[in-house]
């Protein structure tokens, strides 16, 4: 049963531009959504994460928009920067059980 | 502070062969997850480890087994290995809270190539 459905597969953005990655959820469990950052032979980072009793948050350029009845949220990149080229997942976590979607390689040119 | 450690880095081996990797969590962390990333994808989870005990398990078969340390290190055991084991295995680390949703801090994993 796949649980998170995140999009698209992949995103091309040009330097300054914004980027949005979708994620939908089935488990009305989950309770707390991170977005997790891959770059080429590293372990996923955590870039943001946010509560379902909170419809946004922002941190610098990234920003986590939450819609709990629609059991869908995205991640917006502002002014993009070709060092945010890398691979994104969205997640949901029910009692420390992370779900991970599907990733977006993002490629932002210069 | 050294965060998530894992090793080794590498490693190849043959179908029907145990492989054993090892986790070290990031100083203060006391829970130990695994995850099994295949190529293109994102993790899955295998188990978790809180106070040396198997909290949760994901869709692993039995071949899959761990270990927790009393310092909370841990080791992730795989036996009869199959073409299909072939992936990266993370080890994530955090705090244990009573929802169990601290943040999920990763190593840079262990690639394991199964021939």
């Known amino acids: 049963q796949q649980q998170v459905k995140q999009s698209p597969q992949s995103l091309i953005v040009q330097k300054g531009g914004i980027s949005i990655i979708n994620c939908a959820y089935e488990n009305t469990a989950f309770d707390y959504f991170p977005w997790y950052q891959q770059f080429p032979g590293k372990g996923p980072a955590l870039l943001i994460a946010i509560r379902p009793d909170v419809s946004e948050k922002k941190e610098g350029r990234f920003t986590i928009s939450f819609n709990k009845s629609a059991k869908q949220f995205s991640l917006h990149i502002m002014d993009s920067q070709p060092g945010d080229s890398a691979t994104y997942f969205c997640?949901?976590?029910?009692?420390?059980?992370?779900?991970f979607g599907q990733g977006t390689i993002l490629t932002v040119h210069p | 502070d050294a965060g998530v450690t894992q090793s080794p880095t590498h490693l190849i081996k043959t179908r029907g062969q145990q492989v054993t990797l090892r986790c070290s969590p990031k100083s203060g962390h006391d829970t130990v997850s695994w995850y099994q990333q295949a190529l293109g994808q994102g993790p899955q989870f295998i188990f978790q480890y809180y106070e040396e005990e198997e909290r949760q398990r994901g869709n692993f078969p039995d071949r899959f087994s761990g270990h927790q340390f009393p310092n909370y290190s841990s080791e992730l055991n795989v036996n009869a290995l199959l073409l299909g084991d072939s992936a990266l295995y993370l080890c994530a680390s955090a705090t244990a809270s009573p929802t169990g949703n601290s943040p999920l801090h990763f190593g840079n994993g262990t690639r394991l190539t199964v021939t």
């Open positions: 997640g949901g976590t029910s009692y420390g059980k992370l779900t």
